[in-house]
């Protein structure tokens, strides 16, 4: 489908501007800006080893056949036809999975969340996402649970349709829509007169009409703030009842979508996992007992380190150590939860931070303390278990062909991740070095 049309674009262009200079630089120029289209014959990629999203394997090479993964192993026996591509002294692995971000947002100390909520316009908002949703793609993660477009409406549904629809380059997104909160807990505030906020307001009974209108617009995921500050200056505190929580759940649930909880009290988490929620986002004031809890209920857990590092370090912290406060006391609960068994994600809440730079959340994991190949694994079949992605996250046969490769062993030095030379997305060769 995609590729008919792309090649019946690219006739009405020719067919209008013939031997024009169109023909001559236009048109290579837009052809390399596009996906390549999936070749009709098979592809053999050879890298000098895969990582299957669980285990490395040396010498292995894999299969593609249109959109999907059909052989992995040692010596494949390629169709005669098959495309060869060497992927010399590189990984091959699973495109990533970015587990929390926002396309619709960007730095905060480019422009303040408050003021890209209240002042920039829905379609403002839209052509960035454009951008950023090309450079996550580009940085080897074929897909994003993005987590609200915090105050731009629905606008992730349309950004979600233009990328599957090939209108533009993206990660597959799983989309929360508006997000929700209680009435008066989120922001902006503003004393003088109501504006508008980031996500939708609801409670009691409304909360589960809200929950059933934003799947019904779309949402993949339903996402409540379980906690925040009430007013600036203070610590976060519960927003949402035990009860309003389990209610929500049970609708999402029933729907067939997951719930992911923005909690970083104890307290919100513990009413989050005993709701049966499917992943807390944050947790940074979690405890010992409720990363037991955690652990026991098979709740994970998204740390979001770099959105915290990030935010650190546009108030002034240079990197050095000893760390601000904030920033050691997300390790330290990070620590906790890897101590306690909790099912970790994968993701930053980029958007804070750069798109594109999704890597900086795996960096930050492993120097907090988790090992290499379990970083690598939660930002790829593990964010695909968590996430109830069956058809992606691993190098297996039946598999989506997400594919990336990186340069020498990412096991032996993660910061690899950085530097993706190679992105298949769904068969479709959409960054490659040569
Ligand atoms: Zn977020």
């Given at each position: 489908?995609?590729?008919?049309?792309?090649?019946?674009?690219?006739?009405?262009?020719?067919?209008?501007?013939?031997?024009?200079?169109?023909?001559?630089?236009?048109?290579?120029?837009?052809?390399?800006?596009?996906?390549?289209?999936?070749?009709?014959?098979?592809?053999?990629?050879?890298?000098?080893?895969?990582?299957?999203?669980?285990?490395?394997?040396?010498?292995?090479?894999?299969?593609?056949?249109?959109?999907?993964?059909?052989?992995?192993?040692?010596?494949?026996?390629?169709?005669?036809?098959?495309?060869?591509?060497?992927?010399?002294?590189?990984?091959?692995?699973?495109?990533?999975?970015?587990?929390?971000?926002?396309?619709?947002?960007?730095?905060?100390?480019?422009?303040?969340?408050?003021?890209?909520?209240?002042?920039?316009?829905?379609?403002?908002?839209?052509?960035?996402?454009?951008?950023?949703?090309?450079?996550?793609?580009?940085?080897?993660?074929?897909?994003?649970?993005?987590l609200g477009?915090?105050?731009?409406?629905?606008?992730?549904?349309?950004?979600?349709?233009?990328?599957?629809?090939?209108?533009?380059?993206?990660?597959?997104?799983?989309?929360a829509t508006r997000a929700i909160v209680?009435?008066?807990?989120?922001?902006?505030?503003?004393?003088?007169?109501?504006?508008?906020?980031?996500a939708e307001?609801?409670?009691?009974?409304?909360?589960?009409?809200?929950?059933?209108?934003?799947?019904?617009?779309?949402?993949?995921?339903?996402k409540l703030y379980?906690?925040?500050?009430?007013?600036?200056?203070?610590?976060?505190?519960?927003?949402?009842?035990?009860?309003?929580?389990?209610?929500?759940?049970?609708?999402?649930?029933?729907?067939?979508?997951?719930?992911?909880?923005?909690?970083?009290?104890?307290?919100?988490?513990?009413?989050?996992?005993?709701?049966?929620?499917?992943?807390?986002?944050?947790?940074?004031?979690?405890?010992?007992?409720?990363?037991?809890?955690?652990?026991?209920?098979?709740?994970?857990?998204?740390?979001?380190?770099?959105?915290?590092?990030?935010?650190?370090?546009?108030?002034?912290?240079?990197?050095?150590?000893?760390?601000?406060?904030?920033?050691?006391?997300?390790?330290?609960?990070?620590?906790?939860?890897?101590?306690?068994?909790?099912?970790?994600?994968?993701?930053?809440?980029?958007?804070?931070?750069?798109?594109?730079?999704?890597?900086?959340?795996?960096?930050?994991?492993?120097?907090?303390?988790?090992?290499?190949?379990?970083?690598?694994?939660?930002?790829?079949?593990?964010?695909?278990?968590?996430?109830?992605?069956?058809?992606?996250?691993?190098?297996?046969?039946?598999?989506?062909?997400?594919?990336?490769?990186?340069?020498?062993?990412?096991?032996?030095?993660?910061?690899?991740?950085?530097?993706?030379?190679?992105?298949?997305?769904?068969?479709?060769?959409?960054?490659?070095?040569?």
């Amino acid at each position: 489908m995609r590729r008919a049309k792309h090649d019946r674009e690219l006739r009405c262009s020719a067919a209008v501007q013939d031997d024009s200079y169109a023909m001559r630089h236009l048109i290579p120029a837009l052809l390399a800006l596009l996906p390549l289209p999936a070749s009709a014959a098979p592809v053999l990629l050879l890298p000098d080893r895969v990582f299957d999203g669980e285990m490395m394997h040396p010498g292995w090479q894999v299969l593609v056949d249109g959109s999907r993964i059909v052989a992995v192993g040692a010596n494949l026996a390629a169709p005669a036809d098959a495309r060869r591509i060497t992927l010399a002294g590189q990984t091959l692995m699973p495109g990533m999975i970015e587990g929390h971000s926002h396309l619709l947002l960007h730095p905060y100390n480019e422009v303040p969340w408050d003021d890209q909520v209240l002042k920039q316009s829905e379609a403002y908002r839209v052509a960035r996402a454009v951008t950023h949703a090309r450079a996550t793609l580009m940085a080897g993660f074929t897909t994003v649970r993005d987590l609200g477009t915090e105050g731009a409406g629905t606008a992730d549904v349309g950004l979600k349709r233009a990328i599957n629809d090939g209108i533009i380059p993206g990660p597959r997104m799983i989309i929360a829509t508006r997000a929700i909160v209680a009435p008066g807990s989120y922001a902006p505030k503003n004393d003088a007169h109501p504006v508008p906020q980031g996500a939708e307001e609801a409670d009691g009974p409304n909360l589960v009409s809200a929950v059933r209108r934003q799947i019904g617009a779309g949402a993949d995921v339903v996402k409540l703030y379980g906690d925040y500050r009430w007013r600036p200056g203070e610590g976060s505190r519960p927003t949402f009842s035990q009860a309003e929580i389990a209610a929500a759940v049970a609708a999402a649930h029933d729907a067939g979508r997951q719930v992911a909880v923005h909690a970083s009290t104890a307290e919100a988490m513990r009413r989050a996992s005993l709701a049966g929620v499917d992943v807390i986002e944050h947790g940074s004031e979690g405890d010992a007992a409720t990363f037991a809890l955690m652990a026991k209920n098979r709740t994970a857990l998204c740390p979001t380190l770099a959105a915290g590092d990030a935010i650190a370090r546009y108030r002034g912290w240079n990197g050095q150590e000893p760390a601000p406060a904030d920033v050691q006391q997300d390790r330290a609960t990070f620590q906790l939860a890897l101590k306690a068994g909790v099912p970790i994600c994968m993701g930053g809440d980029v958007g804070v931070y750069t798109h594109g730079t999704n890597a900086r959340e795996m960096l930050l994991m492993a120097q907090a303390g988790m090992p290499n190949g379990a970083v690598l694994t939660a930002a790829t079949a593990g964010n695909a278990r968590h996430f109830g992605l069956a058809d992606r996250g691993r190098v297996a046969p039946g598999l989506l062909a997400d594919l990336v490769a990186v340069p020498g062993d990412p096991l032996a030095d993660l910061s690899a991740v950085t530097r993706v030379q190679f992105v298949m997305k769904g068969g479709d060769v959409v960054k490659s070095a040569r």
